[in-house]
T-cell receptor, first 110, second 115 residues
Framework: GIQVEQSPPDLILQEGANSTLRCNFS?????LQWFHQNPWGQLINLFY???GTKQNGRLSATTVATERYSLLYISSSQTTDSGVYFC????????????FGQGTELSVKP | GAVVSQHPSRVICKSGTSVKIECRSL??????MFWYRQFPKQSLMLMAT?????????EQGVEKDKFLINHASLTLSTLTVTSAHPEDSSFYIC???????????FGQGTRLTVV
């Protein structure tokens, strides 16, 4: 089955810094999503981005489907950005289930 | 975006008892829902696919008799952890696909502790 790999596994930033999180996937996908898991465990949808670039405030994401990777950019990071960021890939012919990467744990220090 | 509601958010139960977790799509219908499990500091692993009107599809290694799934209606799926043991303690979270089976939406999750 498809493999989803995220890097880096951990990241520590000073407040105000920028960062790039990467997600590689081993096969063509129909859907790629980025999530932020808050300290209570809830998954917050950040981007649904099977291809192209999207921006939402200080966050933006780019997926290059032909090269099988996606990037999540966080600019001017804030302490509230701390948490775990997951990317997840979906392939329709596998029943519509999401395959998650291992996550990037981000810690933003004041 | 679509809203998926999951209850309870936290439950503590004694070994040997059963616990039911509900997952509801509040503003849309979901013929398919997914149940995931997450251990501390780990990623989400799919347990099973819940199908309205038919049996659930379980991932390899997941005991179907232990984790009973019922998709009672187009807006409700339930996961029952039967004869719970401490090793079943985990974070369980459900999801439902949005329109055209594209973006997935997740419930708030249930933190189960078996004592």
């Amino acid at each position: 089955g498809i493999q989803v790999e995220q890097s880096p596994p951990d990241l520590i930033l000073q407040e105000g810094a920028n960062s790039t999180l990467r997600c590689n996937f081993s096969d063509s996908v129909n859907n790629l999503q980025w999530f932020h898991q808050n300290p209570w465990g809830q998954l917050i949808n950040l981007f649904y981005i099977p291809s192209g670039t999207k921006q939402n405030g200080r966050l933006s994401a780019t997926t290059v489907a032909t090269e099988r990777y996606s990037l999540l950019y966080i600019s001017s990071s804030q302490t509230t950005d701390s948490g775990v960021y997951f990317c997840a890939a979906l392939i329709y012919n596998q029943g519509g289930k999401l395959i998650f990467g291992q996550g990037t744990e981000l810690s933003v220090k004041p | 975006g679509a809203v998926v509601s999951q209850h309870p958010s936290r439950v503590i139960c004694k070994s040997g008892t059963s616990v039911k977790i509900e997952c509801r799509s509040l503003d849309f219908q979901a013929t398919t829902m997914f149940w995931y499990r997450q251990f501390p500091k780990q990623s989400l692993m799919l347990m099973a696919t819940s199908n309205e009107g038919s049996k659930a599809t379980y991932e390899q290694g997941v005991e179907k008799d232990k984790f009973l799934i019922n998709h009672a209606s187009l807006t409700l799926s339930t996961l029952t952890v039967t004869s719970a043991h401490p090793e079943d303690s985990s974070f369980y979270i459900c999801s439902a696909p949005g329109l055209w089976n594209t973006e997935a939406f997740f419930g708030q999750g249930t933190r189960l502790t078996v004592v």
